[in-house]
């Protein structure tokens, strides 16, 4: 198991890669479809929630295969392009529902506040009521962040040279699957501890600073 650790680490960088990447893609582009979801216009409000139902009704694998062979025979789409893309259509549905439970968190008196103050209403939002719900959000966030490094395990089926791929690599070469494959469980343990840990001070530091 041990020798396989070095072969593994191999699709380390390409797995990070695409990890980062569509977390990024959700995080900015979440933004804009979670205002649509909290939209007073109806069609943008239709709109958003079909997206977010849509796209969280459906498996990664599914959006990456439709990606990279089905708009492959129009777009020539590299793989970890293809894996990059379709993770991050995935993880703006995850993340803008995070965004919107988070800024509806937001007690209605720092509305009531803020138009004391004469803060008009675009103003209240940016200023007081998304900062607190961005907040709120980010321990869920960090722990899909989590879940999103498993995830990008399923890149290898699109011909990604991941961490998973390396490891169905080695077997296919005649390896013993069972000690390969727990090693690249390890490795994605080890990947994902920090993340998890990130997750966890961030949720008490909310929570401390709530509690204030």
Known sequence: MIDAIPFLLQGLWTTLIITVAAFTIGAVCGIPVAL????????????????VEVVRGIPPIAWMLLLFYGLGRYVNLEPVLAASVALGAVATAFLAENYRAGIQSVAEGQWEGAGALGLSGRDTFWR???????????????????????????????????????????????????????????????????VALLARRADSFIRTRSAV
């Open 128 to 194: 007081i009521i998304a900062p607190q719900g961005i907040g709120v959000a980010l321990p869920p966030s960090a722990s899909f962040a989590v879940g999103l490094i498993k995830d990008s395990a399923i890149a290898s089926v699109i011909g990604v040279t991941d961490i998973a791929f390396q490891a169905l690599t080695l077997n296919q070469q005649g390896n013993p699957g069972l000690p390969i494959f727990f090693a690249a469980g390890l490795v994605y343990l080890i990947i994902s501890i920090p």
């Open 36 to 51: 649509m979801r909290l939209s007073q216009v109806a069609p943008l409000r239709w709109l958003g929630t079909a997206y």
